[in-house]
């Protein structure tokens, strides 16, 4: 089981760029969350996905989007980066409100 | 509002000295409270689910306890490998979880 998996691992941006952030869920799991960590603090909840449709969503800007494909995997999205997104980004999947398990995480830096 | 409180912020232990770690929470209804080990740069990892007051988990040398206020992180004769940031998360029965800001534990050799 390769657990939840996340792509890519690190990535630099510029302000003002779009970034595109991976996710594909440990097997079996139809629950794929995201989450953004700054440094020093502890994860914040941004979206939910499930059955394709994002199911509750956190205090984030209408910048942040994603999407859920039908195997289950997912993308989040950001527009119009600023320096304040640079962050750890976790994608979280689950099933049935099950614990929820992460992936390693992809370190975004805006610059 | 859901809020969680974890202390200390940082902990020094010498290697086989017990200790415990607190996770205070406020939470409108408890429909679970989550224990997680992060390392530097790495995503968290699952430890343990409690869902009611009283119950216990175990594994190695964790053991995690709740109550209707707080859940306690028992670390017993901790090594250096158990160096890492301890972080606590609740759910209310929304689909998100609500994170402290997490412990971070250093063991020493």
């Known amino acids: 089981d390769a657990g939840v998996t996340q792509s890519p691992t690190h990535l630099i941006k510029t302000r003002g760029q779009q970034v595109t952030l991976r996710c594909s869920p440990k097997s079996g799991h139809d629950t794929v969350s995201w989450y953004q960590q700054a440094l020093g603090q502890g994860p914040q909840f941004i979206f939910q996905?499930?059955?394709?449709?994002?199911?509750q969503r956190g205090n984030f800007p209408d910048r942040f989007s994603g999407h859920q494909f039908p195997n289950y995997s997912s993308e989040l999205n950001v527009n119009a980066l600023l320096l304040g997104d640079s962050a750890l980004y976790l994608c979280a999947s689950s099933l049935a409100g099950n614990g929820a398990f992460f992936g390693q995480g992809t370190r975004l830096t805006v610059v | 509002e859901d809020q969680v409180t974890q202390s200390p912020e940082a902990l020094r232990l010498q290697e086989g000295e017990s200790s415990s770690l607190n996770c205070s929470y406020t939470?409108?209804?408890?429909?679970?409270l989550f224990w997680y080990r992060q390392d530097p740069g790495k995503g968290p990892e699952f430890l343990f689910t409690l869902y009611s007051a009283g119950e216990e988990k175990e594994k190695e040398r964790l053991k995690a306890t709740l109550t209707k206020k707080e859940s306690f992180l028992h670390i017993t004769a901790p090594k250096p490998e158990d160096s890492a940031t301890y972080l606590c998360a609740v759910n209310s029965g929304t689909y998100k979880y609500i994170f402290g800001t997490g412990t971070r534990l250093k063991v020493l050799a």
């Open positions: 939470v409108s209804g408890l429909r679970g």
């Open positions: 996905y499930y059955e394709e449709e994002e199911r």
